[in-house]
């Protein structure tokens, strides 16, 4: 029963943090609108993908799981 203690605390914490990355999400203006990102625009609809942010913030997830590994 520890270890689903642990995944289940492990859950609450990314859980928290990707709610903390939506609220202060829009408030970083930048992210989304970075070179790379693909916006189409028509009169009815639009589409949008942000293929550079979520790259970007993929290196930065992966490094710090890199550096919570090694501790």
């Given at each position: 029963m520890?270890?689903?203690g642990k995944i289940l605390i492990m859950v609450g914490l990314i859980t928290v943090a990707v709610g903390?990355?939506?609220v202060i999400g829009g408030r970083i203006p930048w992210l989304g609108r970075l070179p790379?990102?693909?916006?189409?625009q028509r009169k009815n609809w639009s589409f949008f993908f942000p293929?550079?942010?979520s790259i970007l913030i993929s290196i930065?997830?992966?490094a710090l799981l890199?550096?919570?590994?090694?501790r």
């Amino acid at each position: 029963m520890t270890s689903l203690g642990k995944i289940l605390i492990m859950v609450g914490l990314i859980t928290v943090a990707v709610g903390i990355v939506f609220v202060i999400g829009g408030r970083i203006p930048w992210l989304g609108r970075l070179p790379g990102d693909i916006v189409i625009q028509r009169k009815n609809w639009s589409f949008f993908f942000p293929i550079t942010t979520s790259i970007l913030i993929s290196i930065v997830i992966s490094a710090l799981l890199a550096l919570l590994r090694k501790r």
